[in-house]
T-cell receptor, first 109, second 120 residues
Framework: AQRVTQPEKLLSVFKGAPVELKCNYS??????LFWYVQYSRQRLQLLLR??SRESIKGFTADLNKGETSFHLKKPFAQEEDSAMYYC???????????FGSGTKLNVKP | DTGVSQDPRHKITKRGQNVTFRCDPI?????LYWYRQTLGQGPEFLTY????????KSRLLSDRFSAERPKGSFSTLEIQRTEQGDSAMYLC??????????????????FGPGTRLTVL
């Protein structure tokens, strides 16, 4: 069954510290993976997707098919990174997206 | 504002009543998705349209739920005989579809602000 797991509900780090938000998935096939972010009182928005292989706001994510993971990383966290982060996957036909339960990142000054 | 809009933003209703939500996607987007989000959970897929055709529907969607997108533009989600368990945030998202080099395709979803439903 298709599933996205984000094991941490809350992650607290100090400003300037590295951060890694974990995401593991289960999917029979080759999914596309995304990270979405929701800042306080804002709507959900795309942060990055694996197919683009880009870095957004200093965040990167590498798809590891062997470990079925798509962890989100940033070497130096900033206070403005504090938000809710959701990992999501979609199958080849883009008909159905599966979201994880989210990780709240709290970056302390 | 050319973003996805949803109406109403909040709805309080009594158990057993019917409610209808509206979503206006970004105008050139041909794909439209509905999700439900409860506290502490991520968005949960409900249904998906490509233009006016409803192509996918979650098994979680009971017969009390129905969605339409009559002209391939705005969409409505109706819940009949609401139950307290229907209380949630209902999110709409729209996306374009485009091809990448090599024939693959991907799209980015643009989310609306959501409609918060409270069933008393």
């Amino acid at each position: 069954a298709q599933r996205v797991t984000q094991p941490e509900k809350l992650l607290s780090v100090f400003k300037g510290a590295p951060v890694e938000l974990k995401c593991n998935y289960s999917y029979s096939g080759s999914p596309e993976l995304f990270w979405y972010v929701q800042y306080s009182r804002q709507r959900l928005q795309l942060l990055l997707r694996h197919i683009s292989r880009e870095s957004i706001k200093g965040f990167t994510a590498d798809l590891n098919k062997g470990e079925t993971s798509f962890h989100l990383k940033k070497p130096f966290a900033q206070e403005e990174d504090s938000a809710m982060y959701y990992c999501a996957l979609v199958g080849y036909n883009f008909n159905k997206f599966y979201f994880g339960s989210g990780t709240k990142l709290n970056v302390k000054p | 504002d050319t973003g996805v809009s949803q109406d109403p933003r909040h709805k309080i209703t009594k158990r057993g009543q019917n409610v209808t939500f509206r979503c206006d996607p970004i105008s050139e987007h041909n794909r439209l998705y509905w999700y439900r989000q409860t506290l502490g959970q991520g968005p949960e897929f409900l249904t998906y349209f490509q233009n006016e055709a409803q192509l996918e529907k979650s098994r979680l969607l009971s017969d009390r739920f129905s969605a339409e997108r009559p002209k391939g533009s705005f969409s409505t989600l109706e819940i009949q005989r609401t139950e307290q368990g229907d209380s949630a945030m209902y999110l709409c998202a729209s996306s374009p579809l485009f091809l990448l080099a090599g024939g693959s395709s991907t799209d980015t979803q643009y989310f609306g602000p959501g409609t918060r439903l409270t069933v008393l």
